[in-house]
Nanobody, 115 residues
Framework: QVHLVESGGGLVQAGGSLRLSCAAS????????MGWFRQAPGMERVFVAR????????YLEDFVKGRFTISRDNAKNTVYLQMNSLKVEDTAVYYC????????WGQGTQVTVSS
């Protein structure tokens, strides 16, 4: 059973930056494309970004493109989300998972952007 632990969230002013990390237990991390997802209060969880198994190819949704970067370190079983130029509307709990999601969800990490 793979466990996902997200970290790095916090409270930041609009225009600021945060770097999220997601560590996965187990030995199968490098076999999967990974994604970041987010869930704003009262909303459904939505897809944000994806990175392939090797880390060479990424995809980001338009609402974060140019501001967020996804990366991974397979030696550390970790995927990252660098978030720059944060906006109030980026406020959400952020989760990682395989893409498409196939593992149990972690607890997520709260990102709050103030105006």
């Amino acid at each position: 059973q793979v466990h996902l632990v997200e970290s790095g969230g916090g409270l930041v002013q609009a225009g600021g930056s945060l770097r999220l990390s997601c560590a996965a237990s187990g030995r199968t991390f490098s076999r999967y494309a990974m994604g970041w997802f987010r869930q704003a209060p009262g909303m459904e969880r939505v897809f944000v970004a994806r990175i392939d198994r090797s880390g060479e190819n990424t995809y980001l949704e338009d609402f974060v493109k140019g501001r967020f970067t996804i990366s991974r370190d397979n030696a550390k079983n970790t995927v990252y989300l660098q978030m720059n130029s944060l906006k109030v509307e980026d406020t959400a709990v952020y989760y990682c998972n395989t893409d498409p999601s196939s593992w149990n969800w972690g607890q997520g990490t709260q990102v709050t952007v103030s105006s």
